[in-house]
């Protein structure tokens, strides 16, 4: 992996991670299309932005962050579970999925969801406007609706935020109770990738690597703070459009 690709990951990763159009997805077309093998060491490089991204979110949430809010955090855990579950088990059967024809019909499907969601939506059924306010059933229900997340194409983030909709989350408390799953989340699958691919850093490109980390950041740290002003005065519904589009693309260049 040059500089060049490792930049354009690096704001691939930073733009889509926290958004509902699944980085997963972006990720694989991308690099199918920039003819970046998808090797031990462009996992090595995905940890590494990964990690950027969470630094990110903890650096927006970070008076979230703290033992004051150790009821919150008892919810995110309890979110956490379902994907960490049902993840570990059928772990063999999601890489399966991983290709180009799944990430498009995904797209298409998650962004008809939303629509469908957003045409429902009814303020004042969504009595939920404080991320501390989440109750821990809702708490479960937003995490059984990260499990669909672990099809490639169907978006953490907008899994996450559809299931906090449908369980009276407003969307900015859904988008909120989303972003601070990640942590959680995404420290965990780091983590992980670490253990599996730690003897691919000692073959790094470091100058890419350190790059894209510094890129990946920048974009994800930027994205998520325009993304919850925007969230505040628009709906999910050009995301939804955009899934539409992106999905329909890729299955006519297929």
Not at 31 to 54: M, P, R
Not at 211 to 229: D, P, R
Request: hydrophobic share 60%.
């Amino acid at each position: 992996m040059d500089i060049f690709q490792a930049i354009i990951i690096g704001i691939i990763e930073g733009f889509t991670e926290f958004l509902p159009i699944s980085s997963t997805g972006h990720m694989i077309v991308a690099s199918q299309f920039l003819g970046v093998d998808q090797d031990a060491v462009t996992k090595a490089y995905e940890v590494i932005i990964q990690f950027a991204a969470i630094l990110a979110v903890m650096l927006i949430y970070r008076e979230k962050i703290t033992l004051k809010k150790i009821d919150l955090w008892l919810k995110l855990l309890l979110a956490f579970l379902p994907l960490a579950i049902v993840g570990f088990i059928f772990k063999d059967q999601i890489k399966a999925l991983f290709n180009v024809e799944t990430v498009a019909w995904m797209f298409i499907i998650g962004g008809v969801v939303f629509l469908i969601v957003e045409y429902f939506y009814k303020p004042k059924e969504h009595t939920v406007k404080e991320v501390e306010e989440v109750t821990y059933a809702q708490a479960w229900w937003v995490g059984f609706a990260q499990i669909f997340s672990l099809v490639p194409g169907t978006s953490r983030a907008g899994a996450t935020i559809i299931g906090g909709m449908l369980s009276g989350l407003d969307r900015k408390t859904a988008s909120d109770f989303s972003f601070l799953l990640a942590i959680p989340v995404m420290g965990a699958v780091s983590a992980y990738d670490l253990l599996k691919h730690y003897k691919e850093f000692a073959d790094a490109n470091w100058v890419a690597f350190g790059i894209g980390f510094v890129v990946a950041f920048v974009v994800a740290y930027i994205t998520v703070k325009l993304f919850l002003v925007f969230i505040q005065k628009f709906t999910f519904v050009p995301f939804g459009i955009y899934r539409i589009l992106f999905g329909v693309l890729l299955l006519m260049i297929l």
